[in-house]
């Protein structure tokens, strides 16, 4: 997957957007209510549904967080390939 490191650095340089890829790396295909639910109440993060599905915006399009229907839900997880594809030149 070839993302825009800037994307990718935008992304990551929000601490609200780090603890969302926190929280799908931890527990992975949430719904946006189970996501806000688990924010809310294991961060006492004061945020909307709405204002996270801006965060997940950003997100997705820096490739780090994919969606997929599953019946009438929209289900959230977390893509670690561009993290990975972004440091392997410094690392290897």
Known sequence: ??????????????????L???ELSDRNEQTL???TV???TQHDLAISRQAIAKHLSA???AGLV??????????????????K???K????
């Open 1 to 18: 997957m070839n993302c825009d490191k800037d994307a990718i650095f935008k992304a990551l340089g929000d601490s609200t957007r780090r």
């Open 20 to 22: 969302i890829l926190d």
């Open 33 to 35: 209510y189970e996501l």
């Open 38 to 40: 688990r924010l809310i």
């Open 59 to 61: 997100l997705e399009e």
């Open 66 to 83: 994919k969606s997929k229907r599953k019946g009438k839900y929209r289900v959230l997880m977390f893509n670690n390939e561009p993290l």
């Open 85 to 87: 594809n972004l440091l």
């Open 89 to 92: 030149g410094w690392i290897e």
